[in-house]
């Protein structure tokens, strides 16, 4: 049951995997039942991320889904959620939303083929291993939306934090022939 990806069916079916750990989790999921009237099932962080987006994207998209709901839901994730994360999500008939915490603490990178099909992962080398060459790092806090139609658009998220990526994913955990912010993991 805590296995990701997290699925929730409204609004209009949402899929999210994540790589962090949310510091204010317990905080959320009260705010989730209390505020927002929404039901967690599990003790994974990203089941309470999954229903912080979709709570914020029924409120923003007023039934209509476009590219400024889903940034604005992200947005209210900043704002919402503590600690670190990595998230991508689907949304059903609409695209692919890639976004990283406003302090930039777990990688995400991404890559095409061909023009047409792009992949998302936190290191470089699952991108080199498929053949994808890589586009560039997600900046921390920005969001990316992939819609079905091929259009990919960027979005910044202002803010004032500090970038702070994880030691550890240089020292423990990201294989040594990934490069994370255009730092060779084995050489850093």
Excluded: W
């Excluded at 705010?31 to 962080?45: A, Y």
Aim: net charge negative.
């Amino acid at each position: 049951s805590e296995a990701q990806p997290f699925y929730v069916n409204s609004p209009h079916g949402i899929v999210l995997v994540h790589n962090g750990n949310l510091v204010n989790t317990s905080t959320l999921r009260s705010e989730l039942l209390n505020d927002d009237f929404r039901h967690i099932n599990t003790t994974s962080d990203s089941e309470v991320l999954i229903n912080i987006f979709a709570s914020s994207l029924e409120k923003n998209s007023s039934g209509k889904l476009d590219n400024k709901a889903i940034v604005d839901a992200v947005h209210e994730v900043h704002r919402r959620v503590e600690g670190a994360y990595s998230v991508i999500i689907i949304i059903l008939g609409y695209g692919l939303v890639a976004f990283r915490d406003p302090h930039g603490i777990r990688p995400l990178i991404y890559g095409s083929k061909d023009n047409k099909n792009h992949m998302i992962a936190s290191e470089s080398v699952a991108l080199d291993c498929l053949g994808y060459d890589i586009n560039r790092d997600i900046n921390p806090g920005e969001t990316i939306i992939f819609k079905s139609n091929g259009l990919i658009t960027n979005y910044d998220y202002k803010h004032d934090k500090q970038f702070s990526p994880c030691i550890f994913e240089y020292v423990y955990l990201a294989r040594p022939d990934s490069t994370i912010e255009q730092v060779n993991v084995y050489e850093s």
